[in-house]
């Protein structure tokens, strides 16, 4: 009797798991590939990029030279570039529109350049978006700005307004500008710096004759017009390697002559014209008493060409004709200061002339420069 039971338990059993299957597979029909698939956002669509701060310095001097950095990640390998638009900043200026960039493996550094201009400052909001070699753009990152603490120096009254590395007068020349005033010129070297915030104080005069503007290495051509009774032009600039104020003390040394050229301002040396000159003579000297003795003009040629050439060096300037409107340069230099302009024709005298200039001494005993095409033609 209990195994007429199990049997029909067991034959119950498989009828009703039987009608349950085939009642789950009505309106069922199996397709191949039946995994859905999202459709790809487009790429404007798609987040490629990631970016965080590598490096941002925890002080900043206002007026000094910083860097910061970003470690940029790229999902995507083959591409043409990643481009940044920065925005929001704040007492700040950016000095490389494009970043320095260094690759390490899938990670790319990018180094911007700043100065601090206030001591509320904030870095801008950096925007990078990759673009393909098919010239389309992902979807941007942007990477928020971040406050900055920077501090303002207590400088001396003589502080020139620097703030580099280093900071170093490679030439410099002294003359007269009027009868109670000198001009000095220098020629300066900075790394990193903001050279062109070059400014001195106690003087009556100053600018820059010519610039050469690098955050990394940067060289101008300075001048300042100064009281005679000055001995020595002193100024001061804050060194950031050694943390400190250093003066910088330029000897007062008044030369006849105004400046040649821009790259040499240190005074002429005029020996080796006068070593010529004097050999020249010996040699004529020679020759006329070979004249004298051999009986024999032949060695008139040994005078002539030596006393021709001492005539030449020792002659006295020549006076020229300028145009009216002639502009007169404080230096021989593309873009220079301009102290006068002539308001007709005049004669002045020549001084001596360079790579287009000449160089003219006024009526009132200063010394200028002038193109050649200021030259009357007639």
């Known amino acids: 009797m209990k195994t007429l039971l199990l049997a029909w338990f067991l034959l119950c059993a498989t009828l009703f798991a039987n009608t349950t299957d085939t009642a789950s597979m009505e309106g069922y ?37 910083f860097t910061v950095t970003i470690k940029t990640l790229s999902t995507v390998k083959n591409f043409a570039d990643i481009t940044y638009r920065l925005s929001n900043s704040k007492g700040l200026k950016l000095l490389n529109n494009a970043p320095s960039r260094e690759a ?34 992902y979807a941007t990152t942007t990477l928020s700005g971040e406050k900055l603490n920077v501090i303002s120096l207590n400088p001396k009254k003589d502080f020139s307004h620097i703030v580099a590395n280093s900071f170093d007068i490679i030439e410099y020349k002294t003359t007269s500008y009027d009868a109670s005033r000198n001009i000095v010129v220098f020629v300066a070297t900075a790394t990193n710096c903001d050279i062109s915030a070059l400014k001195l104080n106690n003087v009556h005069k100053q600018g820059t004759e010519s610039i050469t503007e690098s955050h990394l290495d940067s060289k101008i051509i300075y001048y300042a017009i100064i009281d005679k009774k000055i001995e020595n032009l002193s100024f001061s600039y804050f060194n950031l390697v050694k943390n400190k104020f250093i003066s910088i003390d330029i000897p007062i040394v008044v030369n006849d002559d105004s400046v040649t050229t821009q790259s040499d301002l240190k005074p002429k040396d005029q020996s080796n014209e006068i070593i010529k000159m004097s050999v020249a003579a010996a040699i004529a000297f020679l020759a006329l008493i070979m004249i004298l003795w051999k009986k024999s003009y032949l060695y008139l040629i040994f005078i002539i060409i030596p006393l021709a050439y001492i005539i030449y060096v020792g002659v006295p300037s020549k006076e020229i004709c300028l145009k009216a409107g002639t502009q007169i340069h404080l230096l021989p230099v593309a873009n220079g200061t301009i102290f006068e302009t002539t308001s007709k024709e005049y004669r002045l005298q020549k001084e001596d002339e360079v790579k287009g200039w000449i160089k003219v001494q006024l009526e009132n005993q200063k010394i200028g420069w002038v193109r050649d095409e200021d030259i009357c033609s007639h």
Request: hydrophobic fraction near 30%.
């Open 104 to 137: 390490e493996s899938k990670y790319y550094h990018e180094t911007f350049y700043f100065i601090a201009t206030s001591e509320d400052a904030s870095l801008p909001d950096f925007t990078a978006t990759l673009v393909d070699k098919g010239n389309a753009r």
């Open 29 to 65: 029909a199996p397709e191949e590939n039946s995994i859905s698939v999202e459709p790809e956002l487009p790429r404007e669509l798609q987040k490629v990029l990631y970016l965080n701060y590598e490096k941002i310095p925890s002080r900043v001097l206002k007026g000094e030279i």
